[in-house]
Nanobody, 122 residues
Framework: QLQASGGGSVQAGGSLRLSCTDSRSTFSNNGVGWFRQAPGKEREFVAGINWRGGRTQYSDSVKDRFTISRDYPKGSVYLQMNALSPEDTAVYYC?????????????????WGQGTQVTVSS
């Protein structure tokens, strides 16, 4: 079971750190991704990390601002978000991939957390 947390309201230029906790070792051998969904828009890939943690991938819109990482002993994956802008406002979801690699499509993920709201004001 995945639990996402860390969302909140910040001003443009601020930072937030999202956490995704895996209480049942759901993604211990899987890639993990962060997605986001803004009102009226489709869910989109934000960042992903493979099961070993040695490879990461980002969408062009967040590259160089967001960093994904994982902590195996804690069973957690993090998304550090810097230089936030109003365009980053969305519900953010973490998900466990069906395999060990990174995938950028929602179909590639088997388990989803409940989402955490991020709101960035200008």
């Amino acid at each position: 079971q995945l639990q996402a947390s860390g969302g909140g309201s910040v001003q443009a230029g601020g930072s937030l750190r999202l956490s995704c906790t895996d209480s049942r070792s759901t993604f211990s051998n899987n890639g993990v991704g962060w997605f986001r969904q803004a009102p009226g828009k489709e869910r989109e890939f934000v960042a992903g990390i493979n099961w070993r943690g040695g490879r990461t991938q980002y969408s062009d819109s967040v590259k160089d601002r967001f960093t994904i990482s994982r902590d195996y002993p804690k069973g957690s994956v993090y998304l550090q978000m810097n230089a936030l802008s109003p365009e980053d406002t969305a519900v953010y979801y973490c998900a466990a991939a069906r395999g060990s690699a990174i995938t950028t499509t929602t179909e590639g993920y088997a388990y989803w957390g409940q989402g955490t709201q991020v709101t960035v004001s200008s």
